[in-house]
């Protein structure tokens, strides 16, 4: 092609890492091909200091990425698939989502613990509401403390003794090699976010060169897992503000989803799963919301529940 294929980015280190892995990976797979990285800001990273649930819409890490596709400024779009709502601008085509990383989420602290060690009354940054909704569910005698910057930024700041503990992704931690002590936190206490190790290539719906791009990085298993958890993200009508969680694994030919919402201060949690064909990704996703529903679920994300079990 006469002009280079350009990728948008946030500019963040994490970002950045995914875009150049992508930039890298076609290269790779397109030689000849002229590849560029363009940073552009987002309203998540601009207001970087608001926390998550005050932040006003959807999709604020994002939405001028998005513009820009739109605008035929970039042509192909690397976000943290965990950022991108369920529900994508018309015009727009999750096109591709390569083999996903580790999903799980990681307790980061200086003094080694797991989870079940945590002392009493230990201080936890997050600034998820799912992650805080879920470690107030098991554990009511934590403080949660919010937090919000890139991923250096937080373990610096837990470093300077302002939390006891963090909850970050493990697939952060291990794309950006970072040396900080860490466990796995077992999904049976936080499941993790929509999408979460998994990255969304986006590209306009009408482009067949930026559309094939995109699908050579593409990892059928992945796309599949996250077509299902996504499906159950819409089907709720939620974002990564409020309490809601999924994850979903593939074997063979069957898909089992779990799924998880629950009050923002933790009182209330419910936690559901269903099974299925691969097929039906999507069917299944949002046959486990309508359950979710029909178990409270609204009432739960409305704060008007009381406290249905998990």
């Not at 946030?10 to 363009?38: C, D, F, M, N, Y």
């Not at 930026?210 to 992945?222: E, I, K, R, V, Y």
């Not at 819409?234 to 919402?261: F, K, M, T, Y």
Request: charged fraction near 25%.
């Amino acid at each position: 092609m006469s002009r280079p294929l350009v990728i948008g980015s946030r500019g963040s280190k994490l970002a950045l890492w995914q875009a150049e892995w992508a930039r890298q990976a076609l290269a790779e797979r397109l030689p000849g091909t002229r590849i560029e990285v363009r940073i552009i800001k987002t309203q998540g990273d601009q207001q970087g200091t608001v926390a998550l649930d005050r932040l006003e819409g959807k999709g604020f890490f994002v939405k001028e990425i998005e513009e820009a596709l739109l605008a035929g400024e970039i042509d192909l779009a690397v976000h943290s698939l965990k950022d991108l709502p369920g529900e994508l601008p018309d015009g727009l085509a999750l096109a591709a989502c390569p083999e996903r990383e580790d999903p799980r989420d990681a307790l980061v602290s200086p003094g080694r613990w797991d989870f079940a060690d945590l002392p009493q009354a230990s201080r936890v940054a997050t600034g998820a509401p799912r992650r805080a909704a879920q470690l107030r569910h098991w554990r009511a005698d934590l403080e949660i403390v919010p937090i919000r910057g890139n991923i250096d930024t937080r373990v610096r700041r837990l470093l300077e003794g302002r939390a006891d503990a963090m909850i970050l992704a493990v697939a952060g931690l291990r794309r950006l090699g970072l040396e900080v002590p860490w466990v796995p936190l077992d999904v049976e206490i936080s499941l993790p976010a929509v999408g979460q190790g998994a990255l969304g290539i986006e590209t306009r719906a009408d482009d067949p060169i930026a559309l094939a791009a995109a699908g050579q990085l593409n990892h059928p298993t992945t796309l599949a897992a996250v077509r299902a958890e996504r499906a159950y993200l819409s089907a709720l009508g939620g974002g990564c503000r409020v309490p809601i969680a999924a994850l979903a694994a593939i074997e063979g030919d069957a898909l089992h989803l779990r799924g998880v919402v629950a009050s923002p201060d933790g009182t209330g949690l419910i936690r559901r799963e269903i099974r299925g064909e691969v097929r039906d990704a999507e069917g299944i996703g949002c046959a486990l919301a309508a359950d979710c529903i029909r178990d409270g679920a609204a009432a739960l994300l409305h704060g008007d529940a009381g406290s249905p079990g998990g």
